[in-house]
């Protein structure tokens, strides 16, 4: 198996690639009566101090180019040691995403601030959700702090 650990990192912690997909760079401003008002910039604050308190160090980008997005996925194999994914609108329609994801060897996490099963029809099929190892959906937020929970108790050496 490959070394995940991060050459920058301090010894010992393991590298979660952290990715936003389109539109999520408008958080705070785009519909904050579903989004909320929390800045893209304050979430990821938020998930990197968990990420530190987890043993973890966050790698995050955030892009509205599907392709950018499958070439970060494909950059993390074998250097990463998970994935948590908010892929904004590719979840209902990127099926390149989702064969980007399938070929990831560790866990995927993909994580959305609302609940799309709550909303229209067409946000309900999720293509991520087949390749990941779990979703975390509807909790604003806290979404990314659960998901890095759920990646370290995943990644942990045992």
């Known amino acids: 198996m490959p070394d995940l650990r991060s050459d920058e990192s301090p010894v010992g912690s393991l590298l979660v690639l952290l990715l936003h ?12 009566h579903v989004y909320g008002t929390t800045t893209l910039a304050d979430h990821v604050a938020t998930a990197r101090a968990c990420a530190a308190s987890l043993g973890l160090e966050l790698e995050d980008h955030q892009s509205n180019h599907e392709g950018e997005l499958i070439d970060l996925v494909h950059g993390a ?28 060897e560790g866990p995927v996490v993909e ?20 390749v990941a190892t779990g979703s975390i959906s509807g909790f604003g937020g806290i979404g990314y702090e659960l998901a890095l929970r759920a990646v370290a108790a995943r990644v942990a050496p045992t």
């Open 111 to 130: 994580v959305h601030l609302s609940n799309p099963d709550a909303r229209e029809p067409w946000r309900r099929t999720s293509v991520v959700a087949p």
């Open 21 to 32: 997909g389109p539109n999520l760079n408008l958080l705070g401003e785009r519909e904050p």
């Open 77 to 104: 194999r074998g250097r990463c040691a998970a994935i948590v994914i908010n892929p904004g609108a590719f979840t209902h329609s990127s099926w390149a995403l989702h064969d980007a994801l399938a070929a990831f």
